[in-house]
């Protein structure tokens, strides 16, 4: 069974930095790309990030360029999203999803992991 | 960036009803779109991608159809585990984008 679970998420000031990690399981991990999806409290979905199997190829929404940094390692199974200089507008339940652009198959999702910034 | 708007925001229909959600996108983007059901407290459930395959384990009652910028999602006979939030997303380019919602609810 395809297992994603997200850790990592607390309340930080702005400013601030948090690891966000993703273990996966059920799967071999190291043949899919990756994503973070977040969603703030009562809105919709907005993408964050993606990283293709061999880390080759990142890529950032504009609103966290230059603050987050995605990350995998696949001898670990595990998803990384390290999350600096945050702000209050960052606040959300932050998803890793299995899936690549080029199948569209965005079809297993993480239970999310709680983002809150706040002073 | 590619645009995704969604209609309606939020619709109210009964159990039985034939539901559909309209999704447009501001360029092209070929077959390049997914459909996805988020129940509150729940992450986003995948059901369709490539405009109109249906995900494994989906029931036959959700269908995808639409290319280039307009699409839709259809609900055939509305159940009352079907009441959620639907979203689209393109994929045809980064950054991915999806559509703000919409909304059903139980008249």
């Known amino acids: 069974e395809v297992q994603l679970v997200e850790s990592g998420g607390g309340l930080v000031k702005p400013g601030g930095s948090l690891r966000l990690s993703c273990a996966a399981s059920g799967f071999t991990f190291s043949n899919y790309s990756m994503n973070w999806v977040r969603q703030a409290p009562g809105k919709g979905l907005e993408w964050v990030s993606s990283?293709?199997?061999?880390?080759?190829?990142?890529y950032y929404a504009d609103s966290v360029k230059g603050r987050f940094t995605i990350s995998r390692d696949n001898a670990k199974n595990s998803l990384y999203l390290q999350v600096n200089s945050l702000r209050a507008e960052d606040t959300a339940l932050y998803y890793c999803?299995?899936?690549?652009?080029?199948?569209?198959?965005?079809?297993?999702w993480g239970q999310g992991t709680l983002v809150t910034v706040s002073s | 960036d590619i645009q995704m708007t969604q209609s309606p925001s939020s619709l109210s229909a009964s159990v039985g009803d034939r539901v559909t959600i309209t999704c447009r996108a501001s360029q092209g983007i070929s077959n390049n779109l997914a459909w996805f059901q988020q129940k509150p407290g729940r992450p986003p459930k995948s059901l369709i991608y490539a405009a109109s395959s249906l995900q494994s384990g989906v029931p036959s009652k959700f269908s995808g159809s639409g290319s280039g910028t307009d699409f839709t999602l259809t609900i055939s006979s509305l159940q009352p585990e079907d009441f959620a939030t639907y979203y689209c997303?393109?994929?045809?380019?980064?950054?991915?984008?999806f559509g703000g919602g919409t909304k059903v609810e139980i008249k």
């Open positions: 999803a299995r899936g690549s652009r080029l199948t569209g198959d965005y079809n297993y």
């Open positions: 990283i293709d199997k061999s880390s080759t190829y990142i």
């Open positions: 997303q393109q994929y045809n380019s980064y950054p991915l984008t």
